[in-house]
């Protein structure tokens, strides 16, 4: 088993509010999360109860089919993890990340890694690739910069479950607009390198057309309709538009199978 290092001098318990200390985790109750469609990420060679330590997360209680287990849901850099460990399961953590969302699972994987103060060598397995090198991630990976009230998964389900909360008229420009406008403010970390998964899709190999006169090559095969669009167009693109961001996302998550998880 692999050594985690004390929590650090000062940090509040995870679920409660920022100004109560520096933790770089954010909290959430199993109830609250438990509607979360979630993905296999590793197991970590680190014992549960000393990752709740680290992070100061408070454990829950809960079963699913392959018996009782402890768990703790929490968002780190932007991303919604769980940790989970099953009664009489041999010690080590198993770290699930929330299907969907701008998650590149390596990457993910380093910020957990990091917050732990731990390395690549406290990951028994990973279903991000054989052979992934973690030993490049940045040392301070996620230190420093304020903690997002919410995912930038919260964020996405939100919009695309209910677009007609964030903006006056669903149109295929105001989604593209409030798109860019979220991509500006969080540093892209939505949207990045979605243009060139589009472009490949199209074969274009590297291409310095936008994301979205991509997608619509790929939402209208046949040709962009004329200006103005009806209802009924528009409403296909924007469908089109974000259903192209979901299997953006899927591929991220890696496996497109979706994994079963403890609720």
Not at 225 to 253: C, K, M, R
Request: charged share 20%; hydrophobic share 40%; net charge negative.
């Amino acid at each position: 088993m692999s050594e985690i290092p004390d929590a650090e001098d000062g940090r509040g318990p995870a679920p409660e509010p920022r100004a109560s200390g520096h933790s770089p985790v954010r909290q959430a109750s199993m109830f609250q999360s438990t509607a979360w469609p979630l993905s296999s990420l590793a197991l970590l060679s680190v014992d549960l109860e000393t990752v709740a330590q680290r992070l100061r997360l408070t454990l829950e209680t809960s079963w699913d089919g392959h018996g009782p287990l402890r768990g703790a849901y929490f968002e780190l850099d932007g991303t919604d993890f769980v940790v989970t460990h099953h009664e009489g399961d041999a010690p080590g953590t198993h770290v699930w990340t929330r299907k969907g969302g701008p998650v590149d699972p390596a990457a993910r994987a380093g910020s957990v890694l990091t917050a732990l103060g731990v390395g690549p060598e406290a990951v028994s397995y990973s279903t991000f690739g054989v052979g992934t090198d973690l030993s490049q991630l940045p040392a301070a990976w996620g230190r420093g910069r304020g903690r997002a009230t919410r995912s930038h998964q919260d964020i996405w389900a939100n919009f695309r479950s209910n677009p007609k909360g964030f903006l006056d008229r669903v149109t295929f420009a105001a989604v593209i607009g409030f798109l860019n406008g979220y991509g500006m403010a969080s540093g892209e970390a939505l949207l990045h390198g979605f243009a060139q998964w589009l472009a490949d899709r199209l074969g274009y190999g590297r291409s310095p057309l936008v994301y979205w006169v991509l997608a619509e090559r790929l939402i209208f095969p046949d040709g962009r309709p004329e200006d103005p669009w009806s209802p009924e167009t528009e409403q296909h693109a924007v469908e089109g538009l974000i259903g192209l961001i979901d299997e953006y996302f899927d591929q991220l998550a890696g496996d497109p199978k979706e994994h079963t998880a403890p609720v």
